[in-house]
């Protein structure tokens, strides 16, 4: 059974930055594609980022675009996302995803293996 362990959330003012980092069994990051999807108040959850098992090619969701970063270090087996210049519709609880060796595609469709609970980014006006 793969866990993946959410951590780094908290209350942002808007334009702060705010490292997430997904703790995964060991050896897994290394062969999974990792993802990142949120989910807001009163709204169904929505791809937000992934990385490919390999490391060569991430996918964004166009709400993130040039200002999350996703990256992985296959070592620390952890998976990471940065969010910058972080808008109050950033708003919400943030949940790291795997798939074994799988695409992008995939994944950013919600086809997961495995899911962390998430944690809580909330970004004040």
């Known amino acids: 059974q793969v866990q993946l362990v959410e951590s780094g959330g908290g209350l942002v003012q808007a334009g702060d930055s705010l490292r997430l980092s997904c703790a995964a069994s060991?050896?897994?990051?290394?062969?999974?594609?990792m993802g990142w999807f949120r989910q807001a108040p009163g709204k169904e959850r929505e791809f937000v980022a992934a990385?490919?098992?390999?490391?060569?090619?991430?996918d964004y969701a166009d709400s993130v675009k040039g200002r999350f970063t996703i990256s992985k270090d296959n070592a620390k087996n952890t998976a990471y996302l940065q969010m910058n210049s972080l808008k109050p519709e950033d708003t919400a609880v943030y949940y790291c995803?795997?798939?074994?060796?799988?695409?992008?595609?995939?994944?950013?469709?919600?086809?997961?293996?495995?899911w962390g609970k998430g944690t809580l980014v909330t970004v004040s006006s």
């Open positions: 060991v050896g897994t990051v290394s062969r999974y594609t």
């Open positions: 990385i490919r098992w390999s490391g060569d090619s991430t």
């Open positions: 995803a795997g798939k074994f060796v799988g695409g992008l595609g995939p994944l950013r469709l919600g086809g997961v293996d495995y």
